[in-house]
T-cell receptor, first 115, second 115 residues
Framework: DTAVSQTPKYLVTQMGNDKSIKCEQN?????MYWYKQDSKKFLKIMFS???????INETVPNRFSPKSPDKAHLNLHINSLELGDSAVYFC??????????????FGPGTRLTVL | AQSVTQLGSHVSVSEGALVLLRCNYS??????LFWYVQYPNQGLQLLLK??????LVKGINGFEAEFKKSETSFHLTKPSAHMSDAAEYFC?????????????FGTGTRLTIIP
């Protein structure tokens, strides 16, 4: 049974479109994250939610909007897609916000390609 | 600001040889350090972490890392490489952000195992 799942696994779309990526965790964790991994494998946090509340919002264009309908779900909506948005997006979860105590569990990633 | 630097974006070792992946950190306060592994087309998985206490930390799959404050290092080692160790390895440091912590990742080291 998958701990952190993401859909879709692959997403190919045209510039200017709007798309969403969904994430679900069945670990009972309170905190969820979105990361972006670029073509050089550099991994950077975008957002973090704790108990459905936004707690970390890095310098991300406001075209990116996360939504957490409940503790088990954190979706990422992207408006007006640009070429530079092409990357692998990872969802992750942890028991709470303290990274020193909590392992972050990562989903398999969503490879977004903007043409 | 806290950061980690991984020396060597690619490391190749022969099967059965010692694996050494280097990570140096920069931190104004005692850091919490992590190593994650990413197998092809998968999310990241925690290998090991250092928070406080014993400076030699053992992780999964026979890996270990030693926290050396004098050298600001947290190098990852494994005595004998196995083909299944081929993956991307990320060093990370925990950064406190307004009471919530986030992981800042290094740029990764791709480990190739030569048969």
């Amino acid at each position: 049974d998958t701990a952190v799942s993401q859909t879709p696994k692959y997403l190919v779309t045209q510039m200017g479109n709007d798309k969403s990526i969904k994430c679900e965790q069945n670990l009972g964790h309170d905190t969820m994250y979105w990361y972006k991994q670029d073509s050089k494998k550099f991994l950077k946090i975008m957002f973090s939610y704790n108990n459905k509340e936004l707690i970390i919002n890095e310098t991300v264009p406001n075209r990116f909007s996360p939504k957490s309908p409940d503790k088990a779900h954190l979706n990422l909506h992207i408006n007006s897609l640009e070429l530079g948005d092409s990357a692998v997006y990872f969802c992750a979860s942890s028991q709470d916000t303290l990274a020193i105590y909590n392992e972050q569990f990562f989903g398999p990633g969503t490879r977004l390609t903007v043409l | 600001a806290q950061s980690v630097t991984q020396l060597g974006s690619h490391v190749s070792v022969s099967e059965g040889a010692l694996v050494l992946l280097r990570c140096n950190y920069s931190s104004s306060v005692p850091p919490y350090l992590f190593w994650y592994v990413q197998y092809p087309n998968q999310g990241l998985q925690l290998l090991l972490k250092y928070t406080t206490g014993a400076t030699l930390v053992k992780g999964i799959n026979g890996f270990e890392a030693e926290f050396k404050k004098s050298e600001t290092s947290f190098h990852l080692t494994k005595p004998s490489a196995h083909m299944s160790d081929a993956a991307e390895y990320f060093c990370a440091v925990s950064v406190r952000l307004f009471g919530n912590e986030k992981l800042t990742f290094g740029t990764g080291t791709r480990l190739t195992i030569i048969p």
